[in-house]
């Protein structure tokens, strides 16, 4: 039996409105993606979302290789997607391992916008659970991504 893990969730406030905020996290995503977070063997030209259920979500490199993060599952703009994250602790993609993030964006009062990130069903990593935990909750994780999104956001 598989031990339930809790999700990542962090989140963070952009100066723009919805709308916007979706386009950038979704649309721009080479924008902020840190150049340092990839699987491929060559450096990142373009990190790309199809905008749709079924949509890849794949890094092309600079020597024309592509390498696979997941798929859409939930595409519901401007208020939130839903893909897959399968690359496993070895940093390979896998076919057959499936873990979820999801990404709401709430509108404030203010006109800004709150974007919720969660990354859910970590116990898909077996044995590896407790260290992909640790390392999505570091620093350079999440956390730096959102702020690195951002500061391209408010630009």
Same mark, same amino acid.
């Given at each position: ?6 999700? *990542?969730?962090?989140? *963070? ?30 450096? *990142? ?18 020597? @024309? ?21 399968? *690359? ?37 990593? @077996? ?29």
């Amino acid at each position: 039996m598989l031990q339930t893990v809790q999700p *990542i969730q962090r989140d *963070i406030v952009v100066g723009v409105r919805p709308q916007r905020a979706f386009e950038v996290f979704t649309g721009d995503m080479t924008s902020w993606w840190p150049a340092s977070h990839h699987i491929g063997s060559a450096p *990142i030209a373009e990190v790309l979302i199809e905008p749709r259920v079924g949509g890849r979500w794949y890094t092309r490199h600079q020597d @024309g290789t592509e390498t696979s993060t997941g798929f859409v599952t939930v595409w519901e703009p401007p208020t939130r997607f839903v893909v897959t994250w399968q *690359i496993g602790a070895d940093w390979k993609y896998h076919d057959d391992l499936v873990t979820s993030i999801e990404v709401r964006f709430v509108e404030q009062p203010d006109g800004r916008t709150r974007v919720l990130l969660e990354h859910r069903g970590l116990e898909a990593f @077996g044995t590896d659970a407790a260290k992909m935990r640790t390392t999505f909750e570091g620093p350079d994780a999440w956390t730096g991504i959102l702020a690195a999104y951002a500061q391209v956001a408010a630009a």
